[in-house]
């Protein structure tokens, strides 16, 4: 699933795909909002994305369905 965070006052947003579901991604950001904690997530290749809780500006919780890729019969 791709996760898009938005930072104030920063141009790009940080952009990763990661294996936890949906639920456990809005989950780890309520809750790292509402105590004003680290927002912590793992992407799919193991890395470790922290951003602090009062530095997020948006956050996309992409779907968790895989999309095709490739040529399809026209």
Known sequence: ???E???RNVARA???STEESA???NAAISTAVSE????VLNDDKG?????PAGALGY?????ETKHAVG???L
């Open 47 to 51: 890395r470790r994305i922290i951003v």
């Open 1 to 3: 699933m791709d996760i």
């Open 59 to 63: 956050a996309i919780v992409g779907s």
């Open 5 to 7: 965070l938005g930072i």
């Open 71 to 73: 040529f399809g019969a």
């Open 14 to 16: 940080v952009t990763f």
């Open 23 to 25: 639920d456990a991604v």
């Open 36 to 39: 004003d904690k680290p927002i």
